[in-house]
């Protein structure tokens, strides 16, 4: 079962020793059309654009104007209707895939990790790449050399446990970090 949901932040359990978690809250969505071998077209509430194809979806499944995006999930109903979220409370594991916090065009040393060069005692070297290629063989720079560039803003999946599930307000706890940011929109895949 797919889920899709927002990051509301972390926090931490009460209990001793405290266990870091994050809280997600799952998106109210609308299962359109059941399209076989477990997966639907949902309708879900993202921002307010709208345009002739999203109003025609809209008028075709009978869905309010704050229904105005689509996806293609693996859903627990047989038939059109609210998304069952039940799945989610008997659930261990899942899998979450959002978008990593983007952190613009940048050096080596933060992408990379790499060492950089003395600091002091007049050197220029400081935060700079330096070296890139070998010698008049091979004459080039190798693919896949690691250079500076855009860093952040990919789509990375992790496994996390659930520690509790509120199913009144929607919101479910999962022990650890997760990428993004605050506010983040992503789905949830539950594994076992």
């Given at each position: 079962?797919?889920?899709?949901?927002?990051?509301?932040?972390?926090?931490?359990?009460?209990?001793?020793?405290?266990?870091?978690?994050?809280?997600?809250?799952?998106?109210?969505?609308?299962?359109?059309?059941?399209?076989?071998?477990?997966?639907?077209?949902?309708?879900?509430?993202?921002?307010?654009?709208?345009?002739?194809?999203?109003?025609?979806?809209?008028?075709?499944?009978?869905?309010?104007?704050?229904?105005?995006?689509?996806?293609?999930?693996?859903?627990?109903?047989?038939?059109?209707?609210?998304?069952?979220?039940?799945?989610?409370?008997?659930?261990?594991?899942?899998?979450?895939?959002?978008?990593?916090?983007?952190?613009?065009?940048?050096?080596?040393?933060?992408?990379?990790?790499?060492?950089?060069?003395?600091?002091?005692?007049?050197?220029?070297?400081?935060?700079?790449?330096?070296?890139?290629?070998?010698?008049?063989?091979?004459?080039?720079?190798?693919?896949?050399?690691?250079?500076?560039?855009?860093?952040?803003?990919?789509?990375?999946?992790?496994?996390?446990?659930?520690?509790s599930f509120d199913a009144?307000?929607?919101?479910?706890?999962?022990?650890?970090?997760?990428?993004?940011?605050?506010?983040?929109?992503?789905?949830?895949?539950?594994?076992?």
């Amino acid at each position: 079962m797919e889920f899709l949901v927002e990051k509301i932040g972390m926090s931490r359990t009460i209990s001793v020793p405290s266990t870091p978690v994050t809280l997600l809250k799952v998106k109210d969505a609308k299962v359109c059309e059941v399209l076989g071998n477990g997966k639907a077209l949902v309708a879900y509430a993202q921002g307010k654009d709208a345009n002739k194809a999203i109003e025609g979806q809209q008028k075709k499944y009978n869905l309010s104007k704050e229904f105005n995006r689509f996806a293609t999930l693996e859903v627990a109903n047989g038939e059109a209707g609210d998304q069952d979220v039940a799945p989610l409370a008997q659930a261990v594991r899942v899998k979450v895939s959002l978008q990593t916090k983007g952190r613009g065009f940048t050096g080596v040393m933060k992408r990379w990790n790499f060492a950089g060069g003395p600091a002091a005692h007049g050197h220029r070297f400081k935060r700079r790449t330096g070296s890139i290629g070998n010698r008049e063989w091979p004459g080039r720079v190798q693919p896949g050399k690691k250079m500076a560039g855009q860093y952040g803003n990919e789509k990375v999946t992790v496994q996390n446990e659930i520690v509790s599930f509120d199913a009144e307000n929607k919101i479910l706890v999962l022990k650890g970090s997760i990428p993004g940011f605050n506010g983040a929109f992503g789905r949830i895949k539950v594994v076992k």
